[in-house]
């Protein structure tokens, strides 16, 4: 059910071989200034 759902997504990720299957990279770059702001509060 949960892949039916998303099916697109899948679709597009087998369609186009360039395309990250997840955004690891993305959050590692974030998690910075993420912690901090829960810390500085």
Do not use: F, H, T
């Not at 697109?8 to 702001?37: F, H, K, S, T």
Request: charge should be neutral; glycine fraction near 8%.
């Amino acid at each position: 059910d949960y892949s039916l759902k998303r099916w697109a997504a899948l679709v597009r990720y087998l369609d186009d071989g360039m395309l990250a299957i997840d955004n690891n990279g993305c959050e590692n770059q974030i998690r910075p200034w993420a912690i901090g702001r829960a810390n500085w509060l």
